[in-house]
T-cell receptor, first 117, second 111 residues
Framework: GAVVSQHPSRVICKSGTSVKIECRSLDFQATTMFWYRQFPKQSLMLMAT?????????EQGVEKDKFLINHASLTLSTLTVTSAHPEDSSFYIC?????????????FGPGTRLTVT | KQEVTQIPAALSVPEGENLVLNCSFT??????LQWFRQDPGKGLTSLLLIQSSQREQTSGRLNASLDKSSGRSTLYIAASQPGDSATYLC??????????FGKGTKLSVKP
């Protein structure tokens, strides 16, 4: 089956620093990757959609200069939270969709717990 | 704007019971609907995916139905077990490929 990994699984950083989260498709080529955010007791909210080699499309209310997304290859996308603040503390999950995914099924990574102190 | 609602928000049942989780969505123009399981602090596990042209999907003790015209889906869990305890998320996929999630139903199965 399709496997998506995320690294790191947990990260604690100080306010004002930047944090990079990696999302990798391990056994398929991901033409599209999605980044979601989940606050406690809330559902997943889509932050942005990225297609390999193109600029990411951000959802309304998500600051593109704060959440930098790079999808430079068919197996790797990165999300960089710049100048992190405590309110950015959340669970970040990526998903990937393959080139041959006729059903448009997305495969999810295990998530990254970000805590900003 | 698509909205997904899940009822109930939480459910507690004794082991062995059959149960139904409900999901409704406001825009019937969907590509598919998925049910996921999320354990505390973990990512998502895909349970069932129903294409818009399908009425139901089954996997083991799980059965999901889809009534696109009325904007409803149900997830039926037969003979529930303590290991089924988790949050169950329903999500619909629109034409842009993005998934829109409900807030989930937190299920607790008591031994």
């Amino acid at each position: 089956g399709a496997v998506v990994s995320q690294h790191p699984s947990r990260v604690i950083c100080k306010s004002g620093t930047s944090v990079k989260i990696e999302c990798r498709s391990l056994d398929f080529q991901a033409t599209t990757m999605f980044w979601y955010r989940q606050f406690p007791k809330q559902s997943l909210m889509l932050m942005a959609t990225s297609n390999e080699g193109s600029k990411a499309t951000y959802e309304q209310g998500v600051e593109k200069d704060k959440f930098l997304i790079n999808h430079a290859s068919l197996t790797l996308s990165t999300l960089t939270v710049t100048s992190a603040h405590p309110e950015d503390s959340s669970f970040y999950i990526c998903s990937a969709r393959g080139r041959t995914s006729a059903s448009y099924e997305q495969y999810f990574g295990p998530g990254t717990r970000l805590t900003v102190t | 704007k698509q909205e997904v609602t899940q009822i109930p928000a939480a459910l507690s049942v004794p082991e062995g019971e059959n149960l139904v989780l409900n999901c409704s969505f406001t825009d019937s123009a969907i590509y598919n609907l998925q049910w996921f399981r999320q354990d505390p602090g973990k990512g998502l596990t895909s349970l069932l995916l129903i294409q818009s042209s399908q009425r139901e999907q089954t996997s083991g003790r799980l059965n999901a139905s889809l009534d696109k015209s009325s904007g409803r889906s149900t997830l039926y869990i037969a003979a529930s077990q303590p290991g089924d305890s988790a949050t169950y998320l329903c999500a619909v996929q629109g034409s842009q490929g993005n998934l829109i999630f409900g807030k989930g139903t937190k299920l607790s199965v008591k031994p």
